[in-house]
């Protein structure tokens, strides 16, 4: 089983610069928002981008750097729910990264506007089977435009973990006694409760029919967990590095976790947690030219390319997967045929307003300890 030797993979320049800052990042060495704070200095006038921590990648955006001169200003966000709540306070920026199940919420909120799609000369290479989702595409209007995608699961390190294998995987991990302290979880609802909620038959699909009862019957479930868990965090860098020293034999988390540490993501006989996430503009975007072009750099094929060979996860334009070979789709986690992943995945839907707040409440009492 291959290792991740960080210092070795710098030296030999065998990693790219974001993994390497985000490696370092990770170790307390640098700080990867000393960059950021210096190009917002530089670009007062460039669009800007909230986003999930991470993704303030200068890569995913080249089209949109060429063009204008420089990269977004980046913000950066631990969930959609955080971000959501920052822009119901009032943030204005240009141009957000939330997933699939998001824009009706965000719609209710009245914090976004439609997209116009004839902008965007990239959309027709996108899947349909990711523009055209109920959750995105509804009331006769885009809210959001697909970026990337991918599956949450669990990724476990099989010398440790030696009585699972493929064709013998089960979330039913996540309980087991001899997991101990051993488990890291990605301190997000909408990751670990919805994969929970897979775990004990809820059907995520059909979110709109969840009640109460259900939400508490997966929390009563995720307190049995707790003894396993050791970390909690949005940070993945923190994740990966604690699975390659071996401090935790597990952690539940996305492609690009895998790719990074050489270990299986698991394809449990439950189904994992398939998800889509992509930009929205801000219902009062003052650069509202500059949130299309990098809305169209992001969705571009040359960005396909670079997020399915660079980071490992799938993106909605076709275009990209005409660069890496099966073999290459298969190290990454993701299927050989796109579509009929897609197609078979567990997108979850959004429940009510009410149940969405109700499981990020209990959330945010269950990772205090309660």
């Known amino acids: 089983m291959p290792k991740y030797d960080l210092s070795k993979k710098i030296i030999n ?5 974001r993994d390497m800052l985000k490696g370092l990042g990770a170790a307390g ?20 981008l909230f986003t999930w921590g991470g993704y303030d990648d200068d890569g995913l955006y080249q089209g949109y ?73 509804f009331d006769g209007k885009q809210w959001m435009a697909p970026v990337d995608w991918g599956d949450t699961s669990l990724i476990y390190n099989p010398d440790k973990v030696n009585w699972m294998s493929e064709g013998n995987e089960s ?42 009862a259900q939400v508490d019957s997966v929390y009563e479930a995720l307190r049995k967990m707790r003894k396993n868990v050791k970390i909690f965090t949005t940070d993945t860098a923190t994740m990966e590095q604690a699975l390659m020293d071996e ?25 994992t947690l398939t998800w889509s996430c992509g930009l929205v503009i801000h219902k009062d975007a003052p650069n509202l030219d500059l949130a299309y072009d990098l809305i169209e750099s992001a969705i571009s094929a040359e960005t396909s390319e670079y997020l399915l060979n660079e980071w490992g996860y799938g993106h909605s334009n076709k275009s990209g997967y005409e660069t890496i070979d099966e073999a290459g789709l298969a190290e990454r986690g993701l299927a050989p045929d796109p579509i009929a992943h897609l197609n078979n995945g567990n997108f979850s839907n959004n429940p009510s307003d009410e149940i969405s707040d109700y499981i990020e409440m209990q959330w945010a009492e269950y990772t205090a300890g309660g």
């Open 247 to 271: 401090e935790v034999w597990c952690a539940l988390g996305w492609n690009e976790s895998s790719w990074n540490t050489g270990y299986p993501m698991m394809s449990p006989k439950e189904g």
């Open 13 to 17: 320049r065998e990693i790219s610069r």
């Open 171 to 212: 979330l039913g991990l996540l309980f087991d006694d001899r997991m101990e302290g051993k488990l890291a979880i990605l301190d997000s609802a909408a990751d670990s409760w919805y994969l929970v909620a897979i775990y004990h038959g809820i059907d995520v699909t059909r979110m709109e029919h969840v009640t109460k």
């Open 29 to 48: 060495v640098i700080s990867t928002t000393m960059p950021m704070l210096s190009r917002r200095a530089m670009a007062a006038s460039q669009v800007g």
């Open 65 to 137: 750097i060429d063009k204008n001169g420089g990269p977004p200003e980046y913000t950066t966000f631990g969930d959609a729910e955080e971000g959501l709540q920052k822009l119901r306070a009032g943030y204005v920026t240009d141009v957000i990264h939330p997933c699939y199940s998001d824009p009706p919420r965000w719609v209710r909120a009245g914090v976004i506007q439609p997209i116009d799609t004839s902008r965007l000369p990239s959309w027709g290479q996108l899947f349909p089977e990711l523009t055209e989702m109920g959750t995105v595409n």
